[in-house]
Structure formats: C-alpha cells, structure tokens
C-alpha cells in the first residue's frame, strides 16, 4: 500500500555518493547543502523511493529511515548500541508483545526504540536526566507519541534496586550488571532472562562470575562481527572495512525458587 510523505515524517536522503541526510519534512522547509537546497514541498505527498534534485541539480533517493537508519542518524547523548547488536538482543532476550522489560542504561534510547517497536512494555531506568529527556525525543519522533503508554523513564540508579515484579526480562546496559544481578533475581519472574550489553570482555567475566553463585543458569557470552562484501561484475571479495567488536552479549535463565 502506498504511504505518501506527510508533514512531520523522517525521510532520509541519500545522494550520489551514498552520503545520507535525515530531515523532518515541514511544509514550507527546505534542505540545504553544499549542492543546494530542496523545498520539503518536492517531497510531501509524495511516495517515498523517488529521486529528487536540488536547485544545483543533484540527485537525491528520498525514503524513510529504517530503525537501523535512525538509531545511527538520530540526535545523542551517549554512545548508542549499534544494530548489529540490537537484532541479536531481540532474539536472545526472546522479546515478544507485551513483555514486561526493565532496561537500565537507556543512553540515547536506541535499545528501547527496538524492545517497543517489538511490542515490549518497557520500565527504563536511568541516572542522567539529559540521557532520559533525549531518549524520550528520540523514541517520540521515530515511533509516535502513541507508543509512550508502553514507555515509563525513571532518573533513578539500578544498582540500588528494582521495584516492579514479575518482570519477563531484565535488559543493561550498565558499566557494572553485576551489580544487579541481585536485584534481578527477585524482579524476574522464573524463567525470565537476563541480557547486558558490556564494551569489555573483563565486565563480561566479572557478570559471569556473578551468575555462578545466584539462580541464573544457562549463561552464554557472545559477539557480533558484521562483514560487508563488495561485489561488482566479477570482482568479489569481503570488504576492507568491517563493524568488529563493540561489545559483548551475556544472558541467562532464572530457576524458579
């Protein structure tokens, strides 16, 4: 079905040397670059996958940014988990719709964007009041307004404790999730899963070592290396470039009492 551009849509603009461009279309508004500028007019009502032209006459793909697209051109605080990670997060924390989900270390909100558009009621705990207001934007302008009935930020530290019950998963990005797996442990209900998210390879030894002595079982620390390939006519070979490591992923099964 057909979904023209509409006042207040992201678009994406993409020129001739894949260099991207994300704009909030506004009737009357205009992009501008170094090769001119587009009337925003051009786009709304518009089917997205057209190729517009700036007043200098460069090209430009006009479509809306994926999740991917947004969580790596959308305004931030802190550092975001990059999408390589947040695709296998989904699968290894067994998201699905309704789930109770405490996130801690909400950062710039890329992490909540996935677990809510996968449907997840998400409790976000975080410390900096300007990493909360701005994931709180950045969820609003991607998903609506309407999705913030499944999203409630607290400015509040987790390593003190969790409140809520009976939770289905417990999601970190923490530079200690040690720390919580305590607390953890009597918010998840029995067969939940934990998951963090740790840049270092010492953190992630550090929760293992913590989950041996607690009721977690089934405990498994991975990566995600992303490799491109260039393929063109005959030439085929893997990229020179690649996104490698950026951080580990542990989860866990809670036991029952």
Known sequence: MSRPFEPGDKVLLIDVKKRWYLITLKPGGEFHSHAGFINHDDLIGRDEGIVVKSTKGSRYDAFRPTLADFVLKMPRGAQVIYPKDLGPILMLADIFPGARVLESGIGSG??????????????????????????????????????????????????????????????????????????????????????????????????????????FQLAETMEVLNRTWHIEGQAVRPDHRMVAHTGFLTHARLLGA
């Open 110 to 215: 890329a992490l909540s964007m996935t677990l809510l558009r996968a449907g997840a009621d998400v409790t976000g705990y975080e410390l900096r009041a300007d990493f909360a207001a701005k994931a709180q934007e950045n969820v609003e302008a991607f998903l609506g307004a309407e999705v913030l009935d499944r999203y409630h930020v607290e400015e509040r530290d987790c390593y003190d404790g969790i409140d809520a019950t009976d939770l289905d998963r417990v999601v970190l990005d923490l530079p200690e999730p040690w720390q919580v797996v305590k607390h953890a442990e009597t918010a998840l209900c029995p067969g939940g899963v934990l998951v963090a998210y740790t840049p270092s390879i010492t953190q992630a030894v550090q929760l293992r070592e913590s989950l041996v002595d607690s009721r």
